[in-house]
Structures are given as C-alpha cells and as structure tokens.
C-alpha cells in the first residue's frame, strides 16, 4: 500500500510563490506514476500535473507556464512549485500516486483521477488579493 503526506500549504498574496511536497512510502517510488490534484470548495477534483516514471510531465493549461512538477526518487519526494499565484488557484491540493504504469505526453492534460489508486489527506493553499 502506498501512503502519501503532502506538506508545504500555506497562505499567500497574488504573485506569490509556494513549494508543495509530497512524501510517499510502501513501494518503489520510481515506479510510480505520480500527480497533484486539487480542489476547491463546491467544485470537481481537478487534475493539474503529472509526471510518468520517465518524468515526462503533463499540465493543465490553468497552470501551464507557473507551475512545475518534479520528483526526486533517491528521497521519494514528489514536488509542485507553484509561481505568480492567484487567487483562482485556492483550493486543497492532493498529491496521488499509481502503479499500474503510464506514459504521460507534454502535449496532453494530466489524467483523471480515476487514474490513481493512492491519494494523501491534502495541504491547503489560500491565494489572497
């Protein structure tokens, strides 16, 4: 079973900049097929980056150009810096992680959630303006 804890939520001013993490154990991290997801009050779970095993990465076009995701898999870290904030971007953020193989594509959005069988509680990012 893989367990996931994201950390590094916060608060900030528009235009400003935060780095979620996300530790993950119980299995080869560098198999994983890894993403962030968020979600706002009243809205749908929102897939907004991914990464495959290769570190082909994936984004939603509402975040494409300010955020960045990476992973580390000598420390099992997954991470999202997040750049030029906005107040739109509010929401808990999800880290998820699956290991059943993907092949991401730079030229297609992120995959649904349906797609990850492991999910951590969320870290909370408020925007203010």
């Known amino acids: 079973r893989v367990q996931l804890v994201e950390s590094g939520g916060g608060s900030v001013q528009t235009g400003g900049s935060l780095r979620l993490s996300c530790a993950a154990d119980?299995?080869?991290?560098?198999?994983?097929?890894m993403g962030w997801f968020r979600q706002a009050p009243g809205k749908k779970r929102e897939a907004i980056a991914a990464i495959d095993v290769g570190q082909t990465t994936s984004y939603d076009s509402s975040v494409k150009g300010r955020f960045i995701i990476s992973r580390d898999n000598d420390k099992n870290m997954l991470y999202l810096q997040m750049n030029s904030l906005k107040p739109e971007d509010t929401a808990m953020y999800y880290c998820?992680?699956?290991?059943?193989?993907?092949?991401?594509?730079?030229?297609?959005?992120?995959?649904?959630?349906?797609?990850?069988?492991?999910w951590g509680r969320g870290t909370q990012v408020t925007v203010s303006s």
């Open positions: 119980g299995y080869r991290f560098s198999d994983l097929c």
């Open positions: 998820a992680a699956d290991q059943r193989g993907c092949d991401y594509s730079e030229s297609l959005p992120p995959p649904p959630a349906a797609d990850f069988a492991y």
